[in-house]
């Protein structure tokens, strides 16, 4: 061996040295960019969908707190307990007031009666707020009982108090039932397929679309509209969900809906057919934000030499020129006087009646039955009872979709191993778990309310776990996958490397250590 051969040998020896001292920090390096953190919390989450599920039986209870109402000259008998025989329909007892006043003697003034049970329903409130619905009797100068009449905060029944404890039981018993199947409305599963599922935001998008802005209105006073006959209606639901408004303008000249004039004995026009009215509203071209939580409430003026315009089935023209698009929103058909050029609030009145009626309807919240009970409608458009009952069914539809929404995830993390769990969403998991026991445990203790409050922060939680950035590369890119595209990259690394370790392995065997 000559003193060059054993310098490269030398040389080449240090170069497979750095190429393995380079392997070893790029394998650790690559071991730890690779490696996942699985801090995986140790939550009950079948436990909890078991609780979940049992609670819906405490949401669905909806007792009625029966008041005897006594005046000087009438008194009921005593009853001590009135229940219906009816799994889910109960009252939660009886109680007797004396009151100075001749109950009889009020009339049938509805206003006047409601009037004469504030102080009752405050005093009760105050000693007890988490009360259930109130079902007042008084007694009735009149031989037969009157209709229940569902009011601003309570129900009332006028019964005579000459009747006998059997007949009064009776009586009670049939009003029981009836505001029980009312209630139920609020969670009926055929109404889900027209409301919108439970959110805890709502954005409400109010549209007025022009037909022939060149000849008819052109500008609406939506605000002032708004001011006066939508917000009392959302100040009343803020503390169930949150409401968020927005209004637009829209000319569209396209009238491919009214393509066929109308006339019969009493109307002549043009007509828009039930079966078209799906497509009636074009929101492609029209340009109108979709969105799962977005409501749309519409007023379309036609064209004046399209007007005016019925919604006819058949030949049978609808008695309301206003209709429902299952969870999307409602339009109003609006014909305008001649030469208006913008609406009026006295002439979006009518109009808003009709769209408070449509949003109820969107949101799940039943229109009580003029053949069953009277109804004393509140000026925010919504009673108290409502509200109260609107926010069970928030809390039953939430609680449902978050114990959903962590079982998905937890079901994802368990199967697929690739996935790392961080410390940061381990503890939101838990966070998120925890809130959602904590709104069960008031479900228990009847506090609506809280629980809902509880379930509106958990959402914004939950639905942060599956999008969250530690998580998506993973589901995106697994680890097999980016093997596959970065080692094209070290080939010409390990082909230089194996080239030089043969030649030194075989000028060993050759020249043996001598140099």
């Not at 690739?418 to 940061?424: A, G, H, K, N, R």
């Amino acid at each position: 061996w000559d003193r060059s051969s054993r310098m490269g040998l030398f040389a080449q020896e240090r170069v497979v040295f750095v190429y393995v001292l380079l392997i070893a920090v790029g394998a650790a390096i690559w071991y730890r960019i690779i490696a996942i953190d699985r801090n995986v919390p140790s939550l009950s989450i079948t436990a909890l969908n078991s609780s979940a599920h049992k609670t819906r039986s405490i949401v669905l209870d909806i007792p009625i707190n029966v008041v005897l109402v006594n005046s000087r000259d009438s008194q009921y008998p005593s009853l001590q307990k009135v229940c219906v025989d009816q799994e889910g329909e109960r009252c939660a007892g009886v109680t007797t007031l004396t009151s100075n006043t001749e109950t009889h003697s009020i009339g049938d003034d509805k206003e006047a009666i409601n009037a004469f049970l504030v102080p009752f329903w405050n005093d009760l409130s105050r000693s007890n707020p988490q009360l259930p619905v109130t079902l007042f009797v008084l007694g009735t100068s009149a031989p037969t009982p009157s209709q229940p009449c569902l009011s601003h905060r309570y129900a009332w029944i006028r019964v005579p108090p000459t009747k006998s404890t059997e007949q009064i039981l009776e009586i009670l018993k049939q009003t029981i039932s009836s505001l029980q199947s009312h209630f139920k409305l609020f969670f009926d599963a055929n109404a889900l397929t027209v409301a919108f599922p439970a959110q805890t935001t709502y954005n409400v998008i109010f549209h007025l679309v022009v037909a022939d802005p060149e000849n008819s209105v052109v500008g609406w006073d939506i605000q002032t509209a708004i001011d006066d006959y939508f917000l009392p209606f959302v100040s009343k639901i803020q503390s169930v969900a949150t409401v968020k408004i927005e209004t637009e303008t829209l000319f569209h000249r396209s009238h491919s809906a009214i393509d066929k004039k109308f006339q019969n004995d009493e109307r002549v026009g043009w007509a828009v057919q039930t079966s078209k009215l799906s497509s009636f509203i074009d929101t492609r071209s029209w340009r109108l934000e979709n969105g799962e939580n977005i409501l749309h409430l519409v007023v379309y003026v036609p064209a004046t030499n399209r007007g005016p315009v019925w919604i006819v089935n058949d030949k049978e023209v609808q008695p309301s020129n206003a209709y429902l698009l299952p969870r999307w929103g409602g339009v109003v058909i609006l014909e305008p006087a001649t030469n208006q050029t913008e609406l009026s609030v006295s002439d979006l009145k009518r109009v808003f009646q009709i769209q408070m009626a449509q949003f109820r309807t969107l949101l799940g919240i039943p229109t009580v039955n003029s053949r069953q009970f009277d109804h004393l409608t509140c000026s925010s458009g919504i009673c108290e009872w409502e509200v109260d009952l609107f926010t069970r069914k928030q809390v039953d539809s939430l609680l449902d979709r978050s114990c959903d929404q962590l079982q998905s995830i937890n079901t994802l993390i368990e199967s697929l191993s690739v996935i790392p769990v961080s410390t940061e969403v381990a503890s939101q998991m838990t966070r998120a778990f925890q809130i959602v026991s904590d709104s069960i445990e008031a479900i228990h203790q009847r506090n609506f309310s809280h629980s809902l409050e509880l379930l509106r922060e958990s959402q914004p939680l939950v639905k942060q776990l599956l999008f969250h950035h530690t998580m998506i590369p993973q589901l995106y890119m697994k680890l097999d996958h980016r093997a596959a595209i970065y080692a094209p990259f070290f080939l010409p690394f390990f082909v230089k490397f194996f080239s030089v370790a043969k030649q030194v392995i075989r000028h060993r065997r050759e020249g043996g250590r001598a140099y």
